[in-house]
C-alpha cells in the first residue's frame, strides 16, 4: 500500500478486490444503464445482490436515457462491505480524437461531492474507465490523481480516506507514478 496526504485527507493505492473494501462507499465504474454489466460493474453487482439492482431501477425511472458520463448516483451496499455504492458512467476511449479527460475527470469529482453530501468519511475508487472503455491508464491515472486532489483542497467535506483499489500490479505501479508527479 501507498499512501499520501492531500490536506487533511489520506490517498492510498492498493492492489486488491474493490467489492471487498470496507470503505463507507465504493464507487462502481458503471454503464449508462445501471443495471449491471461487465467487470467492475458486474463484480459489485454479484456480490452486492439484488438490493443494489432494485435502487438503480428506481434510479433509471427518472433517467429515460440512462446516467450521463461523469454524473454519479448513490445506492445501498446491499450484501457489499461497503455500506454505498456510488455509480458513475466514465467516457468510451475516443482514441485520442478528443479529450476525454473533463468527462473521467467529472467522474471522480462528483462521486467524491455525493459522499460529501453523503457525510461519508471514506470512498474507494476502482481506474475508471480503463478496462472495457479502453482509456490508457497512465492518463487515466494522472486524470483521477488530480481531480481528486483539486476536490480534497477545495470546499470543506466530511472525508478522510481516498483509496483507489486497482486490479493489477500493473495499474497499481502506474497509480503510484501519477501519484509520485502530483504531490
Request: charged share 20%; aromatic share 4%; net charge negative.
Amino acid at each position: 500500500m501507498v499512501c499520501a496526504k492531500i490536506g487533511d485527507v489520506t490517498v492510498e493505492l492498493v492492489r486488491g478486490d474493490l467489492t471487498r473494501d470496507r470503505s463507507d462507499a465504493i464507487v462502481n465504474a458503471a454503464n449508462a444503464s445501471l443495471l449491471g454489466g461487465g467487470g467492475v460493474d458486474g463484480a459489485i453487482h454479484r456480490a452486492g445482490g439484488s438490493a443494489i439492482l432494485a435502487e438503480c431501477r428506481a434510479i433509471r425511472e427518472s433517467l429515460p436515457d440512462g446516467l450521463p458520463t461523469g454524473e454519479a448516483v448513490i445506492t445501498t451496499g446491499g450484501d457489499l462491505a461497503a455500506g454505498r455504492v456510488i455509480h458513475t458512467v466514465g467516457p468510451i476511449w475516443s482514441g485520442g480524437r478528443r479529450d476525454d479527460s473533463p468527462s473521467l475527470a467529472a467522474c471522480y469529482k462528483n462521486s467524491l461531492a455525493l459522499a460529501a453530501r453523503e457525510g461519508l468519511r471514506s470512498i474507494a475508487f476502482p481506474s475508471i474507465s480503463t478496462g472495457a472503455y479502453r482509456y490508457p491508464v497512465e492518463q487515466a491515472a494522472a486524470v483521477a490523481l488530480r481531480a481528486v486532489k483539486d476536490f480534497l483542497l477545495g470546499a470543506g467535506h466530511s472525508l478522510e480516506r481516498v483509496r483507489f483499489v486497482l486490479f493489477s500490479q500493473s495499474d497499481l505501479e502506474t497509480y503510484e507514478a501519477a501519484l509520485r508527479d502530483l504531490v
